[in-house]
Structures are given as C-alpha cells and as structure tokens.
C-alpha cells in the first residue's frame, strides 16, 4: 500500500471534517452575535421597504437578517464542499484498505461512514431550508401585504427558521460523532509489526 497516500487521505479527512465543524458552529455563534447586537442597539435599516414605519418593531431583524441569510448562503456553500472532500477522502481511505492488513475496529468505521452520510444528509437540508428562507424573508417586508398575510408569513417563517436550527444542529453532531470515532477505525498495520509477523 502507499503509505504516503492513506496518510494524506487521513490528513484531508481530518482537517475537512474539522473545519466543517469550525465553519459551521462558528457561524450559529456569528449569527447570535449580529442579532444580539442589532436588537442591543436598537438597529435600523435605511432603505425601503424596510426602513417603513409598519416594520419598526422588526427594524433590528430586518439588519441582522440581511446580514445573516448572505452569512448561511455563503457558509452552507462552503461547508456542503467541505463534506464532500471529506466524503473523497474518506472513500479513498478506504478503498486503499481493502485487501491490506489492518488494525482498529470495524465497526467504528461503519459508525463513522454513518454519521458522516447523515452529517452531509442533513446539512443538505439544511442548505434547502435555507434557499427557502432567503425566498421568502423579503416577503415578511411587503408594504402591500394585510396584516393577516404578514403574520401567516412570519409564522411560516418562524417554523422554517426552527427546522433548519434543528438540521443544523445535527448535521453538526453527526460530523462531531464521525470525527470523533476516527482514533479507532481500522489503519494500515505497521509496517515493523508486519515484519516481526511475518
């Protein structure tokens, strides 16, 4: 086997899983950032429609909106692609032990395969939970709009906001699970224990 290349595999896979890790909770922690901070100050959009006098008990969401549905486009981007260099690496990692002595357990690997499908499964939901959100924020400043139709739209909007906290969150936490069982899935055997069995 080619040593230097399962350990390259290894190297990407760690570093890819770790900064979808880092991106991912470092942007929740930014978002409550910016919307504690614009609700602290009291922050005010300056242009129509949402600087209109019917939004100004919205005028600190409307800011740390804005601001945070461009954070999660751009994130959930760059997370999605950094589970899929974890997945290639992954797979790589794997087909190279195929057929090759190893130590570590099995089904360690399996948990990890597991939670890692579920990590990219559930944070591909999120990223269409999110393009819906971004669809229909604008709507929740509709000057035209009844009151009616606007409280329908923030309650909509409410449920979607909490359903892609949820599937956030465990995409998160699979990602941590197959991070975190990596020390015990199978590797290569060493090469000086292969010798001495040999």
Same mark, same amino acid.
């Given at each position: 086997?080619?040593?230097?290349? &399962? ?8 570093i890819a899983m770790g900064a979808f890790l880092g991106l ?19 922050? #005010? ?13 919205? #005028?600190?969401?409307?800011? $740390? ?5 461009? *954070? &999660? ?7 999605? $692609?950094?589970?899929?260099? $974890? ?7 794997? *087909? *190279?032990?195929?057929?090759?002595? @190893? ?53 909509? &909007? ?15 936490? %699979?990602?941590?699970? $197959?991070? @975190?069982?990596?020390?015990? %899935? ?5 090469t000086n224990a292969t010798a001495i069995s040999q």
């Amino acid at each position: 086997m080619p040593t230097h290349l &399962f350990k390259a595999a290894n190297a990407l896979w760690t570093i890819a899983m770790g900064a979808f890790l880092g991106l991912t909770g470092g942007l929740v922690v930014a978002i409550i950032v910016i919307f504690r901070g614009a609700e602290d100050i009291a922050a #005010s959009p300056g242009i129509a429609p949402y600087n209109d006098p019917m939004f100004t008990a919205f #005028s600190h969401q409307a800011v $740390a909106g804005y601001t945070g549905q461009m *954070l &999660f486009k751009i994130g959930g981007i760059a997370a999605l $692609a950094l589970l899929g260099l $974890a997945v290639l690496t992954l797979t790589i990692r794997t *087909l *190279l032990m195929i057929g090759r002595p @190893g130590v570590g357990s099995r089904g360690a690997g399996l948990a990890r395969a597991v939670a890692l499908a579920g990590a990219v499964g559930f944070m591909a939901l999120g990223s269409a939970v999110t393009l819906k959100i971004n669809a229909s924020w604008p709507g929740l400043y509709d000057t035209a709009a009844s009151q009616q139709e606007m409280d329908t739209r923030r309650a909509d &909007f409410d449920q979607l906001h909490r359903r892609s906290e949820r599937v956030v969150t465990i995409a998160w936490l %699979c990602g941590l699970v $197959a991070l @975190g069982v990596s020390p015990w %899935c199978r590797e290569p055997t060493p090469t000086n224990a292969t010798a001495i069995s040999q």
